[in-house]
């Protein structure tokens, strides 16, 4: 399939229904750029290694890059997103579908942004795939059993590997700087969360980057009816696009999202921070290397649990830990019926 611009855009100025999707689409990748990226930066600010508003522009510059430069190498992310669900081949009823699951991300997305809940995107844009993908075939005809047991297995790995490197990360750092004073340690630390939080912003636009790369992708082929499992080089437009939007919803900032992550989960110093975002960093990064759907806000959450684990169980506010548990847990039943419903009711209105 031609996938040069000037087809994208021809295609889009032909298909009114192909354009909605794109600008559902985009809308939901500012919405995850403001939502969902200030995670990558919660813990320098709030260790205040860098001021709100120098590091969401920091945020933004290394989304961007992340979204550009892995998908350059690896693409096999957008690749598995393009493959989760087969919308027929009806190519009207398809894309309806399609914008419909989009509409509901949205939706889902923007309630939690409202309440500052820092829920998955992820989960969300899966979710609502997955309930359009069941509406239109009536039944699980429509999910591809395949590829979406691996975003179990992301489930699983951003839990037990966040975890884990975060409390292993850290004790290695304390274990390292037992016998250095501690205001020594502050400026070397200050700049290691710095580093820390500009890797966990890239690792985040590699991973979420794709993800919604890959469903501009699927559009494409819905509205020209042919099959998902095609295997295409990622265009250098649409990973330019993809990059710039979410760059710019990073910029609108998230400050809700900072305070849940960063403040109310666990009081962190400069060191525990930077064990955070390097923890998390290589759990993202494993993760996009074998093509795992995972979510940047599990892998961060629970890094920064492990981190806390480090000093004692206590020092974590489960609180703060069950309700974002809950919000996780609500994502897959609650997104995908939004995503259902609305491709019922869009079926009806086109």
Same mark, same amino acid.
């Not at 839990?159 to 290695?172: H, M, N, Q, S």
């Not at 080089?233 to 900072?258: A, E, F, H, N, Y």
């Given at each position: *399939? ?9 295609? *889009? ?16 990748? !500012?919405?995850?750029? =403001?939502?969902?990226?200030? +995670? ?29 430069i892995m998908s350059m190498f690896n693409a ?10 087969? %919308?027929g081949s009806d190519s009207h009823? #398809? ?5 419909? #699951? ?8 923007? !309630?939690? =942004? ?19 993908? $069941? ?8 999910? +591809? ?9 992301? @489930? ?49 636009? #590699? ?12 559009? *494409?082929?819905?509205?020209? /009816? ?7 080089? *990622? ?37 525990? /921070?930077?064990?955070?975002? $390097? ?33 004692? @169980?206590?020092?974590? +506010? ?9 919000? =996780? ?8 019926? $939004? ?6 009711? %869009?079926?009806?209105?086109?």
């Amino acid at each position: *399939m031609d996938l040069s611009f000037q087809y994208f855009w021809t295609q *889009m100025t032909d298909s009114p229904l192909l354009f909605l999707a794109v600008v559902l689409t985009l809308g939901v990748i !500012l919405v995850n750029g =403001w939502t969902d990226a200030p +995670n990558a930066i919660a813990t320098c600010v709030v260790t205040r290694c860098m001021p709100a508003r120098a590091a969401i522009l920091m945020a933004a510059v290394f989304n961007f890059l992340g979204v550009f430069i892995m998908s350059m190498f690896n693409a096999t992310v957008a690749e598995t997103i393009t493959k989760m669900v087969d %919308f027929g081949s009806d190519s009207h009823e #398809a894309i309806v579908a399609l914008s419909a #699951a989009l509409f509901a991300i949205v939706v889902w997305a923007t !309630l939690a =942004w409202y309440f500052g809940i820092p829920t998955s995107e992820s989960h969300a844009l899966i979710a609502g795939l997955t309930g359009g993908a $069941i509406a239109l075939h009536g039944g699980l005809g429509g999910v +591809n059993a395949n590829e979406w047991v691996k975003v179990l297995y992301g @489930l699983v790995i951003s839990v037990v590997l966040g975890f884990g490197l975060g409390w292993g990360v850290c004790k290695l750092v304390v274990l390292l700087f037992r016998n250095v004073a501690r205001q020594k340690t502050e400026n070397i630390f200050r700049y290691a969360q710095i580093f820390g939080a500009a890797c966990m912003s890239f690792m985040h636009g #590699a991973q979420d980057g794709q993800k919604f790369m890959g469903v501009i992708l699927l559009s *494409m082929f819905l509205v020209n /009816g042919q099959s998902t499992s095609e295997a295409v080089q *990622m265009p250098v437009w649409l990973m330019l696009l993809c990059s710039v939007v979410m760059g710019l919803g990073t910029s609108i900032g998230g400050k809700k999202i900072i305070k849940s992550v960063g403040m109310d989960m666990v009081k962190l110093e400069k060191y525990q /921070g930077f064990s955070a975002d $390097i923890a998390a960093s290589i759990s993202l990064l494993f993760s996009s290397v074998f093509g795992i759907p995972v979510s940047t806000t599990h892998a961060k959450t629970t890094a920064i649990m492990g981190v806390g684990a480090v000093k004692r @169980l206590s020092a974590v +506010n489960f609180g703060v830990v069950k309700e974002m548990g809950l919000t =996780w847990i609500l994502t897959f039943p609650g997104c995908g019926l $939004i995503g259902f419903l609305m491709t019922k009711l %869009f079926m009806w209105i086109f």
